[in-house]
C-alpha cells in the first residue's frame, strides 16, 4: 500500500510538474549603458532530458509572440548566439534556473524577449509564451507636471507631481536628482517629485536626472505658482538726504504672481488716513514739512492684496540753514547792541557838564560874543523874542575844530539862550 501510494504521488508530480517557462518581470525600462537582468525559471517532465536552452528575439517584422524565434541573445551552443549579443549576456545555467543578464543596453535592444528549452524528446520542445518586454530609456529627460487644475495654473495649497521620464519610458531604478533653479533638492530621489501643498516658494524652473550623473532634463519647466503679493515693503530714492525741498520718491516693492496689477498709497497723519496714490511709485518733487506723516502702500493682483509696513517720514530743515539762519540773527542783536550803546555814550557826553568848564574851547568865546549881541535896547521890552532870533549868528568857524567840538558849542548856545528866558 505504502509504495503504490509513493509510485501514484511520483506520477502525479511528474505529471504537474510538466512545461513551463516563469519571467519575471514581464516588462523592464532600462537606462542605455546600463545592465538588465531577465529573472527566469522553467520546468519540464523528469524522464525527459534537457537538450538546448535558448533566449531569442524576434525581429521586428516577426511576430512577436514567441511563435518565431528571430535572433539568439543566448543559446547553449555558443556558435548560434547574434553577433549583436556575443559577450554581452550571462546565463544562469543552474538546475530550472533561466536567468539572463545583459549588458551594456543599447536602444537596438527595444523588444520582446523569450526562453524555449528542448529535450531529447521530439514533441519536448516549449517556449514561454508571455516573454519580457524591454524597453531603453533613451535620454535627455523631460519633467511633466500634473496638477489637478485644468488651466494650467498651480494656486498655493494645491498638490502637484512633478514627474520625470524620457520619451519611451522612465526605469525605475534611481537614485534620481531633481533640481529647482539649477540647485539640487537633496530630500527628492524618486522620478516623481511630489509637492503636497504648493506655496509661493516652489515658484521656479525645474529639472531633473539621474544622480551622480550629468545627464539633467534638457529644458527646464516653470512650476508657475499663482500667489497673493507678499513682502509688499517700501523703499525711499531721496536726491539726498530727506530734506525740506529735496525730492522723495516712495517705491512700493512686491513678490507676487502674476504681477501686481494696483498699487494705492496711503498717508496717515493725526489719525486721518487718505489715499493718495495708485501707482508703483509716489513722488514727492519738493519735501516739505507738510509731507510728514506715516505712508504704506497696497499691493494687489488676481489672487489677492497686502499691505506694505508703515514708514514714517520726517522732513528735516537742512542744519547748515539753520546755522546761517542764527549766525544772522546774531550779528543783528551784536550791531543792535552796538548802536544802543554808541547812542548812550553820545547822550552822555551831550550831558556831563563838567566837560565844558574844563575844556576851553573857542566855544566859550563864541558864547561872549553872544552875550553881546543878545543885549536888549530898553525900548523893546515886548518884542524881545525877535530880537533874539534875529542877532543870533555863529561866528564863522575855525576848520581846525573837530565836529564834536562844534556840537558841543551849539548845545551851549542853545541852554545859554533858554537859561537868558
Ligand atoms: C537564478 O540565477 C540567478 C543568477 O545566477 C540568481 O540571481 C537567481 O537567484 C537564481 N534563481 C533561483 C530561483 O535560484
Ligand atoms: C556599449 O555599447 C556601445 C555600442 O552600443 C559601445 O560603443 C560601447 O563601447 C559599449 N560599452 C561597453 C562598456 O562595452
Ligand atoms: C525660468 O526659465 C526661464 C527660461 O529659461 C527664464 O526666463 C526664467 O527667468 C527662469 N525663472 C526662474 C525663476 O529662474
Ligand atoms: C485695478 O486696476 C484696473 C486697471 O488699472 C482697474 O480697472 C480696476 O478697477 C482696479 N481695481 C481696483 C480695485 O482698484
Ligand atoms: C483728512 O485728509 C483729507 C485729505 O488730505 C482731508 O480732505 C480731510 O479734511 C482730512 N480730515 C481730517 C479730519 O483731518
Redesign the pocket.
Known sequence: MFFISILLQLSLSAVLASWSVSYKPHSICVFENSSVDFTCSFNYPNFHTLKTTKWFKPKKYQKQDGSQEGIFVYHSKAAEIDQLYKDRTVYANRDKNCSLQLHNVSKSDIGKYFFRLETNYLNGKYTGSVGINLDVAVLPFRVTVTSPNVNGHICEGESVKLRCSTENCTPQEGPFAWYK?QLLLPQANENVLQISSVSHND???YSCGRKNSNTTSAD?I?LDVRYSPKNVEITILTSGKMEQGNSLTLICKSNANPAVTNYTWFKTRDANISSIGFDCEFSIKAASQKDDGQYFCTAKNDMGSQNSTIITLKVEVPSNRHFLLTATAGLFFVIAVLLVLFGLIIRRKQITPKKLHTEQTPAVIVTEDIYENLRQSPESEERHTNLIYADLKLPSSNSERPLSKTQEGDAVIYSLLSYKE
Request: glycine share 16%.
Open positions: 533653479n515658484f521656479g524652473n527646464e516653470l
